[in-house]
């Protein structure tokens, strides 16, 4: 039986021992590579620094749907290398209907296998007799068959020319494999999330235009005129009964395939109007468009000898997904620079999109000063990450810890960030001199601001008890103007003061400013409420892209892995996360006392 709640992350250890370590290895000459010397991780070398660490750029390579050309293409691809999509999605999720309006925005060549197979079924092929059988019974054709199909009309001029759409393949894990080993990719997973009694009833209302080829609905899209209505004709599959079981082919199957394209899958809300859904898959393939056409520019594109294809860039290959063991302290060296160049390349890409207040939450159980003290260790770390590659990048840094708040008997600091200026000044900053040249360590507060400061990185800010920060963080952001200002795990909640000191500004104004700030990075882990253990699942969102909510998973190997559930524009709510988890579609009437939850504190 499962527990009832799933809380969010405070205090996460399952081995309560404080990640200590002494204090000598802050010396990365001195370090040792064990797991526990959490303050030993080097400063990189100054040429691995400069490496420019480029945003997030997607896998392509070759591609197939039969579609008449383009009309009234408006976005030529700039880049040598077309764009790779994959659309999926149930039965009837609209994924034909999107890809319609793709090709005409796009120019790309759209591949539906259903397509394909239906045309060799009504010209009387041998793979059309085959695959009938199949395809009447809503039973998915065999893997050899729609395989050969697939790769053959991929490695086509122009679906290699132009870029391609493939809609409804794969179907299967095997499938998506069979492409994994022709290094087939795509720059872009998209599916289409539909609730079930919608896709029944979009089946059984569908109609097929044989001439043009185009996709009505008898109540959603009528066709235009009465000469189009008389020659319309219903698919042999979509019936009530056979969408059922297409259906429950489609979800035995989605898991398995999502994974392989975890990191480049992007889940759309179908049921909308089909506008605004394309609407929204058109920012990402412009999203995507950019993307590449910067990395060809920065010259990371390596182009494989004789194909088209594009491989995939240095740091997407080295991509692994969220790491595993989080619940292990101390975490191991990898999972802390996997952590700090996670939000390193998510704190770029948005200062270099000129965002300049923003905010750095990362929960891992050891960047969590508030289960102990010590824990601040990791959290400079990563401060002097972020510090150096910016230095690197020939700005002023200026890192801030708040000092002492209030006066006499009523001045104090929270206690996690007691000794932690010191800390700073005796970590090793490298060989290079940037401590006191392009990195600066100061306080907080408006006179902390110098006129040759370019950035201030900000160290855990919070309010001790009857001391508000907030006033002289107020202060200090008026004063930087459009100078980016990072928070690094922030506390600015308005918490209460036992001193019940009042304090300057209003809690309205106050939780305001808190919110003025805006989330470059996030990551949290997910839990049964009431316990630390077992992780469910995590919440990760590295700007710009969108918020994603993982699962954690056993596999029989006595590995665990984490397999993305949903994406969200947004921090998604308790509901839509106990929706995800339980597998519901997301705009399906939520119900609060669903057997997931959350600590409402976190969001
Ligand atoms: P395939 O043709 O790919 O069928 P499918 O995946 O079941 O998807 P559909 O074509 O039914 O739906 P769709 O998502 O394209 O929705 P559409 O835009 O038409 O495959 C058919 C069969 O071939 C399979 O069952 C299998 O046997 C075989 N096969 C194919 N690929 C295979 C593979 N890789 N391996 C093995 N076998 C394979 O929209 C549906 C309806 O909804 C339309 O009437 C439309 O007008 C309406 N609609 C669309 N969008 C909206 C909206 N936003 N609002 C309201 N109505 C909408």
Redesign the pocket.
Known sequence: MLPTTLSSLHSTSVTPTPTVSPLSPFSPSSSSSSSSSFLSLPPSSSTQRRRRLNSLCFFGDTHLRISPKPKGLKVKCLVSEPLKVMIS?A????????CELIVQKFGLVHI????L?RAEVSSGTEIGNKAKE??NA????P?EI?TAMVTARLSREDAVERGWLL??????FA?AQSLEKLKIRPDIYIV?DVPDEILIN??I???LDPVTRK???IK??PPETEEIKARLVIRP?DTEEKVKS?LEIYKQNSEAISSTYLKIMTKID?N???EE?FKEIESFLLQVQKDKEKMEKSGNTLLESKSHKIQASTSEDNWRGIPTRLNNIPHSRGIREYFYKDVLEATQRAINDGRTRLKVENNIPELNPEMDVYRIGTLMELVRVLALSFADDGKQVKVCVQGSMGEGALAGMPLQLAGTRKILEYMDWGEYGALGTFIKIGSVGAKEVDEQDDMFIIVAPQNAVGNCIIDDLKAMTDAAGNRPVILINPRLKDLPGSSGIMQTMGRDKRLEYAGSFQNCYFFRLLYYAGTQYPIMGALRMSYPYRCELYKRIDEPSGKEKYVILSTFTERPTIDEINDAFQGKPRNEAKNTSGIWGFLSGIF
Do not use: E
């Not at 039965?91 to 999107?98: D, H, L, Y």
């Not at 539906?112 to 397509?115: F, L, V």
């Not at 809503?138 to 054709?141: A, H, Q």
């Open positions: 999605g039965p009837a999720s609209g994924k034909g209907t999107q539906s296998t259903g397509d197979l199949f395809m809503g039973r998915l054709v893997d729609v809609d409804g393949y794969p179907r299967s499938q289409l979009r089946c209302g569908r109609r996709i009505y609905h959603n899209f599959d297409r179908g909308r109007p089909k859904i």
